[in-house]
């Protein structure tokens, strides 16, 4: 079973194509919990009407099941808390000239 530290740097692999920053940097990523072979992927997007939601999870699916011990990734999009940048990691903010 992969370390809940794996799993996150897996979701780092998933690049969000609009601002070419990983979805755990922008603070997109809420809550990771694996149950048996299951991932369960709590996350939001920058928008509710973000235009590449459904590659974003796509991707984050596919990181996920890369895994020899999971057998699946459920993602599930919530809007609550909102996405602001102050959920962003230093580096991220840096990257996008946000001070």
Known sequence: ?????????????VIDPELMINIVDLGLVYNVEQKD??????M??????????P???HQAKMA????DDVDAADIRLTME??????????EA????GIF
């Open 81 to 90: 808390p909102p996405w602001s940048p102050e959920r962003m990691t230093e």
């Open 44 to 53: 939001t997007l920058t928008s509710p009407a973000c235009p590449a939601g």
């Open 93 to 96: 903010r840096d990257q996008l």
């Open 64 to 67: 996920l099941e890369r895994f």
């Open 1 to 13: 079973m992969p370390a809940e530290s794996e799993l996150i740097d897996a979701l780092k692999e």
């Open 55 to 57: 590659q974003i999870i």
């Open 37 to 42: 072979k299951t991932v369960h992927v709590e």
